[in-house]
């Protein structure tokens, strides 16, 4: 009878969690639909077919019900590993070349913003307006990315392949623009690139900002 209680109580967990999972999804969707101003939790609530009360008891504000939509966007899963841990990224940050090191990333970036960059675009539009939740949150993800990208100058700096006289910090500043929303936004939406464009002069453009002359290779292809 002890082990049937745990069993069952492993269930219920598996089952709190995957509505937990669902109410995130569902609460992304309705902020890139509709504006994270404009969609009430109970809206949320509503299409994720739980009542509201469901929505507070499992995250307590909205704010948090976003950021915990922007994590399980980012991830691209439920997959308790972070995205730093997982096999792909360990395999990016064991390639020994730098230029291919940088056009991996961008292809990583990629592959990320393609899936969190509408969220990301309503959370800056927000935060420019003034919302408070938005301000906090996007200063927030702003400083995540920036961790992030000073990994990538960090292994640049391991294979010695820092343009000469090029701060850390410079360098770590110029791959973070390069691969911010902001700039995927204007060359996919504005002007009409496509994602392999996009990607490859990203990649290209990363190695130009940042490496040495002999580790940038050619340039990237324009079509």
Known sequence: MPSRRRYDATSRERQAARTRQEIAR????????????????AAVAKAAGVSTQTVYNGFG????????????????????LPLAERPEVRALYAE????AFLHGYARLGRTVIDRLGPLALQI??????GDPDLVALRATTDEERLVGTG???????ELDALSPGLAEDDARDRIWTLNSTEVWHLLTAARGWSGDRYERWIGQAMCDAVLAPAFRGGPAPTT
């Open 26 to 41: 569902v609460a992304v969707e309705q902020f890139v639909a509709h504006g994270y101003a404009s969609t009430s939790v």
């Open 61 to 80: 504000t909205k704010a948090a019900l976003l950021k915990e939509g922007y994590d399980l966007t980012l991830a691209g899963d439920d997959a308790p």
């Open 96 to 99: 020994p070349d730098p230029a």
């Open 124 to 129: 800056g539009a927000g935060a420019t307006a």
């Open 151 to 157: 990994m990538v100058v960090r292994r640049l700096v």
